[in-house]
């Protein structure tokens, strides 16, 4: 398995809070992604980097921040959680060269 | 732009049979194809992979997926269930400009005894 580590693995939160979900990586891959996971819908792109302090915005990246200061580390960040937020969230990492992406185990968010 | 359409959310087979998931893409560029596998409460796994060279790809498992470029498909096939197949497929493309993967819904596959 690749070394993808997300936490946490479970979260409840309440609407109006603040959430960041952690990826880390022990792989030393160039890219990495946050996608979330809705019944109907597949994954959809959140956000995704290309190396430390290099982000971009995905399909769905309204009501999201990310940041990237290590190579290892990609944190993804509800700055107020909304109910349409509640969802299953994967980091992935792509390593420069290679098409296919790894996947975490990933993290189920709950907003009340 | 990339999307992938899956045809068939849900999918039940008898154990021992052909397994037949759909995948269309549509892609302005050659695409990369992938099938994903995900298990209850688990990631999602590559099975496969679809990069320009054979057309028929064989991944693990006993999968195998067709390329064919004049239908714009990429079905997966294994011609025998088993129980431990039953997870959630995912087909995906990218292309060679930012290797950003677009997701098919999914299709959920059952395997009766």
């Known amino acids: 398995d690749a070394g993808i580590t997300q936490s946490p693995r479970h979260k409840v939160t309440e609407t109006g809070t603040p959430v960041t979900l952690r990826c880390h990586q022990t792989?030393?891959?160039?890219?990495m992604y946050w996608y979330r996971q809705d019944p109907g819908h597949g994954l959809r792109l959140i956000h995704y980097?290309?190396?430390?302090?290099?982000?971009d915005k995905g399909e769905v990246s309204d009501g999201y921040s990310v940041s990237r200061s290590k190579t290892e580390d990609f944190l993804l960040t509800l700055e107020s959680a909304t109910s349409s937020q509640t969802s299953v969230y994967f980091c992935?990492?792509?390593?420069?060269?290679?098409?296919?992406?790894?996947f975490g185990q990933g993290t189920r968010l709950t907003v009340v | 732009a990339q999307s992938v359409t899956q045809l068939g959310s849900h999918v039940s087979v008898s154990e021992g049979a052909l397994v037949l998931l759909r995948c269309n893409y549509s892609?302005?560029?050659?695409?990369?194809l992938f099938w994903y596998v995900q298990y209850p409460n688990q990631g999602l796994q590559l099975l496969l992979k679809?990069?320009?060279?054979?057309?028929l790809v064989k991944g693990i498992n006993g999968f195998e997926a067709e390329f064919k470029k004049s239908e714009t498909s990429f079905h997966l096939t294994k011609p025998s269930a088993h129980m431990s197949d039953a997870a959630e497929y995912f087909c995906?493309?990218?292309?060679?400009?930012?290797?950003?993967?677009?997701f098919g819904a999914g299709t959920t596959v059952t395997v009766r005894a």
């Open positions: 992935a990492i792509r390593n420069r060269g290679n098409t296919e992406a790894f």
């Open positions: 892609s302005s560029v050659p695409p990369y």
């Open positions: 980097s290309y190396g430390v302090k290099d982000t």
């Open positions: 792989e030393n891959h160039r890219y």
């Open positions: 995906a493309v990218s292309d060679g400009n930012d290797y950003n993967l677009s």
């Open positions: 679809y990069t320009s060279a054979a057309t």
